[in-house]
């Protein structure tokens, strides 16, 4: 049996084992990860980065057809447009390569060594790990668990045959000629609204009474609008009861009633579950918070010199998140003051049109007592989103009506997303509305919303 020792050891090479090593290489900490499958995690090989490859491609050929119906006001005109599935979803796995190969090539420009295999703890110090060429045990002064999430799964609609997650889903061979998307949470509808794009009939089924229920209604409505737009329906209030073993189709149970739905794939996206399996945590009996491993605002679990980073410690499981954690632990082995001091992170819904939640919804801030301010400026009245035909949605902010410090900054509409930097930037630099609205925005930009939302606020938007 080989044996290493070493200064970090960090189980899981997702965006925040990935990154914690990364930065502790850089800081000249003796670094090893093992990861059992790809450099990446989900998050490069099987959720964001192929996801958003897929609704690029659908968002694409869409627009195509678009124009060959003749619908487009902007003058084009072409036939119709054909997708081949297996083409793009080679696209996408040349990006995943590119990908998971940059992150191999990083950890190795930082001397820390990569181990494949699944690792399994013995103790607080030691973990074992199964390679191809036998077992590998590493003792480490410091361990960080980044073993990530998996989907969560329904006993009466287990993963396989017609019943897929969203691995399978961004790696189908062909577009489904009929979908059922079992939850309208933010990966259902992203991968529901792309595979409509591609022609598909896509229904939607939720057991709550609206879609997207992390967001409040006014950001969903424009995307309630979109998916009508789209031909998918939506069943709310509906919950799946499983398969018709003879037929295939999707049972529901529609307020009493059982409803069957064909489908040639039924998607499955419930939601994901902190990854607390198959890797020893029966060992070393963490405090747990529910399912997922419990941290404190170092990231230290309840063992010493163990730390947990990412969806393994549950909500919110975003990759952003996960990197800032791997980010601060590996400052903290390297010896520096470190402790979770961010105010905010920001939630983006790729769905069309997108959605961006940075902060406060204004609820969330009136339930602090504070007396709060809110306004929005639609995109309707913004040059920028005219020119592109992306006229729907708006931006809001949110901020206290005393001192006017914003807690919170939304937005809905086409290309949204990459307003949420500057977004996440206000918050966190402590912005007031007063800020916002002196800063130039440049002109023709969706941003200019951003301040005309907080001149709104201040009582003297310009362009509304
Ligand atoms: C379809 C989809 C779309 C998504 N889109 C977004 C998005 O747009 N934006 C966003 O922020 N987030 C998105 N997410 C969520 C995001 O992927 C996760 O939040 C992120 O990947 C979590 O990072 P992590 O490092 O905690 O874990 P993971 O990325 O899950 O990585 C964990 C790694 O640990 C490895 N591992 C587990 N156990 C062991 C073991 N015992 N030994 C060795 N290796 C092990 C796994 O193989 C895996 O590679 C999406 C997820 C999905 C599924």
Redesign the pocket.
Known sequence: MKEITCKLLV???????YVCAIRAGQLGVDTVI?????PG???LT???IP??ALIHAADEFEKVAHIAAGKSPLGISTSAPSFDMSRAVAWKDRIVSRLTNGVSGLLKKQSVKMVHG???FRDGKTVEVETETGTQIIRAENIVI????VPVELSFLPFGGPVIS?TEA?ALGAVPKQLAVVGAGY?GLELGIAFAKLGAKVTVVEAENRILPLYDAELTRPVAKRLGELGVEVLLGVKAQGLDPKTDQLLVDAKGETRRIAADKVLVTVG?KP?VE??GLEELDLDRSGRAVRIDEQCRTSMRGVYA????TGEP????R?MAQGEMVAEIVAGKKRSWDKRIIPA?C?TDPEIVSAGLSPDEAKATKAEVVTAQFPFSANGRAMTMLAEEGFVRVVARADNHLVLGIQAVGRGVSELSASFGLAIEMGARLEDIAGTIHSHPTQGEAFQEAALRALGHALHI
Do not use: Y
């Open positions: 189980v899981g090479a997702g965006p925040g084992g093992v990861e059992a499958k790809k995690g989900t998050c099987i959720g964001c996801s958003k699944q690792a399994k980044a073993t990530g999430s969203s961004l990966i994901r990854n198959g890797w980073i990412g969806d393994v499981m975003l990759a952003h996960a983006i790729f």
